[in-house]
C-alpha cells in the first residue's frame, strides 16, 4: 500500500478507513476490495478524481453520522461497560483503543478458541495490557509480552520509572500475573534479543506499537517485530496522526508511512485512521 498522504486529504483518508473497517467487521470482501481501488485511484490527479473525492466526501459524511447515532444509540450500553470494567485498573485515561475502537478491536482480534502469543510495545501503566486480555484474548495460556524501558521520554511527559509500580499493580489487580509478561528494556534491545531466538521468530498473532514517538524509534520496532510475527498475524501501530511536535522526526507517522511502502508487498492494510491495522501475508 502506497504512502496515502501524498495528493489525498486525510479527512477522506479517515472516511474511507472508516469504510474500510466496517467492510472488513462484515467480511464484505467485495466492499474491501472495492475501497482498496479507491485508494490506489486516490493516488491520480485528474478531474474524475476530484470529482470522485467530493463524492466520497459526501458519502463519507453520511457515515459517520451514521456511525456517531449508532454509538449514541445502541452502542452506548456496551461503551459504559467498557469504561466501567477499565476504570477498575489505576491510572485509567480518558482515551484508548479499549474506549474509541472497543467495537472494531473485538471484532478482529478477538481469540476465542485458544491461548494467544501478543506483544505491547510500551507497557506504560498497564491498563491497556489487562483489557487485552479482559476482553480480547481471554484465553488462561494467552501470554502478552510488553515491553518498557520506564525511562524518561520527551515525547511522552510524565513517562517514568514510577509507571513501573502502576504497572505491576494493575497487573496484580486483573490477575494477570501469569499471562502479562513485561520485559523492562528498551524495545530496540529486547526485540533484537528475542530475533536471536530462532523459536521465537514467526510466533507472535498480535504485535502493537505504542512505544516512543520518535520515527526511528517507530520504523526500527516495526521493521524488528515484522519476523516475530507469525504468517496471518496482526500488526497495529498507534499514534499515526500524532502531532504535539512539529518536527516530522519526532511523530510516528513518517516512520509508519515509509514502513508501509516498504513492506507493501508483504502485507494488507486493514484501517488507517487514528491507528494503522495491517496482516503479514508474507515475510
Not at 100 to 111: A, H, I, K, P, T
Not at 113 to 124: C, F, H, S, T
Not at 224 to 249: C, E, Q, S, V
Request: glycine share 8%; with cysteine; proline share 4%.
Amino acid at each position: 500500500m502506497h504512502n496515502l498522504s501524498h495528493g489525498f486529504p486525510r479527512f477522506l483518508c479517515n472516511i474511507i478507513g472508516l469504510l474500510y473497517v466496517k467492510a472488513v467487521a462484515r467480511k464484505d470482501r467485495e466492499d474491501q476490495e472495492l475501497l482498496r481501488e479507491v485508494l490506489w485511484i486516490s493516488m491520480r490527479k485528474s478531474a474524475a478524481n476530484r470529482r470522485l473525492k467530493r463524492e466520497l466526501k459526501e458519502i463519507g459524511c453520511s457515515v459517520v453520522k451514521e456511525e456517531q447515532a449508532k454509538l449514541e444509540g445502541e452502542s452506548a450500553e456496551k461503551v459504559r461497560q467498557w469504561r466501567k470494567t477499565s476504570v477498575s485498573y489505576h491510572g485509567h485515561k480518558q482515551w484508548g483503543w479499549y474506549l474509541d475502537e472497543q467495537d472494531y478491536w473485538v471484532s478482529l482480534l478477538r481469540f476465542e478458541e485458544g491461548p494467544v502469543k501478543a506483544m505491547e510495545i510500551g507497557a506504560y501503566d498497564g491498563v491497556s495490557a489487562n483489557m487485552m486480555v479482559d476482553l480480547l484474548f481471554p484465553h488462561a495460556e494467552t501470554r502478552l509480552h510488553c515491553i518498557d524501558p520506564y525511562l524518561p521520554d520527551p515525547t511522552t511527559p510524565g513517562e517514568n520509572e514510577h509507571w513501573k509500580e502502576l504497572f505491576l499493580k494493575n497487573r496484580e489487580i486483573g490477575g494477570h500475573e501469569e499471562q502479562i509478561i513485561l520485559h523492562e528494556g528498551r524495545s530496540f534491545d529486547v526485540l533484537s534479543q528475542m530475533y536471536q531466538d530462532p523459536a521465537a521468530r514467526g510466533t507472535f498473532d498480535f504485535i502493537y506499537i505504542d512505544g516512543s514517538h520518535f520515527a526511528k524509534n517507530v520504523l526500527e520496532d516495526a521493521v524488528l517485530a515484522w519476523p516475530l510475527l507469525d504468517l496471518g498475524g496482526y500488526l497495529a501501530f498507534d499514534d499515526y496522526h500524532w502531532d504535539m511536535h512539529k518536527n516530522r522526526h519526532m511523530r510516528p507517522g513518517p516512520a509508519i508511512d515509509a514502513f508501509l511502502d516498504i513492506y507493501g508487498n508483504r502485507l494488507e492494510v486493514l484501517a488507517m485512521t487514528g491507528r494503522v491495522f495491517i496482516r503479514k501475508y508474507e515475510e
